[in-house]
């Protein structure tokens, strides 16, 4: 079955930077895109970017000069690298594959989520 | 960037009541609106896409409808498992942009 699932450092001080690890089975990477989405605090979600089947990406511009997404196909493995963190970072971060129909940009399975607090 | 509202942020429902939660986009998304339902502990799960399509495995009494700017999701008799938060997300154009979410609790 499908399955996303996020791994992350948990704890970064405020200007570091962090890495997330979106493992997946059931589905191969080189057949579909996967998305990264985070929820701050009691907040609602917003989309951060996605790396589509063939590698391309996409980024909220609203992050693009501080985020990164990239993948390993033969791992099965997807990154979100972020950098010059601060507070407001604080979220759960979740990876979500793409749904692969005529219908675009939408997202038919999370992972469980990773949780990331920046703070000193 | 489309602004989408949900201006329910939380709703009260009987078991077995018929509930329906809106979303409104700040432009015509041709009917690219999808449905998410989650849950206390975090899990996110895909309800609805495409306004009214039902994703594999979900129950139907969750429907959706609209056009334009005007969405809604509609849970045809509540079950206790349906207590949770639902968002709706355009996928009309990047960036893809969520509403605030409708907690939805029983009465």
């Known amino acids: 079955q499908v399955q996303l699932k996020e791994s992350g450092p948990g704890l970064v001080a405020p200007s570091q930077s962090l890495s997330i690890t979106c493992t997946v089975s059931?589905?191969?990477?080189?057949?579909?895109?996967v998305h990264w989405v985070r929820q701050p605090p009691g907040k609602g979600l917003e989309w951060l970017g996605v790396?589509?089947?063939?590698?391309?990406?996409n980024y909220n511009s609203a992050l693009m000069s501080r985020l990164s997404i990239s993948k390993d196909n033969s791992k099965s493995q997807v990154f979100l690298k972020m950098n010059s963190l601060q507070t407001d970072d604080t979220a759960m971060y979740y990876c979500?594959?793409?749904?692969?129909?005529?219908?675009?940009?939408?997202?038919?399975?999370w992972g469980q989520g990773t949780t990331l607090t920046v703070s000193s | 960037d489309i602004q989408m509202t949900q201006t329910t942020s939380s709703l009260s429902a009987s078991l077995g009541d018929r509930v329906t939660i809106s979303c409104r986009a700040s432009?015509?998304?041709?009917?690219?609106l999808n449905w998410y339902q989650q849950k206390p502990d975090g899990t996110v799960k895909l309800l609805i896409y495409?306004?009214?399509r039902l994703h594999s495995g979900v129950p139907s009494r969750f429907s959706g409808s609209g056009s334009g700017t005007d969405y809604s999701l509609t849970i045809s008799n509540l079950e206790q498992e349906d207590i949770a938060t639902y968002f709706c997300?355009?996928?009309?154009?990047?960036?893809?942009?969520f509403g605030a979410g409708t907690k939805l609790e029983l009465k």
């Open positions: 979500a594959r793409e749904g692969r129909t005529t219908v675009p940009y939408y997202f038919d399975y």
């Open positions: 059931g589905f191969s990477l080189t057949s579909y895109g």
């Open positions: 790396i589509w089947a063939g590698g391309s990406t």
């Open positions: 432009q015509d998304i041709s009917n690219y």
């Open positions: 495409y306004t009214s």
């Open positions: 997300q355009q996928g009309n154009t990047l960036p893809l942009t």
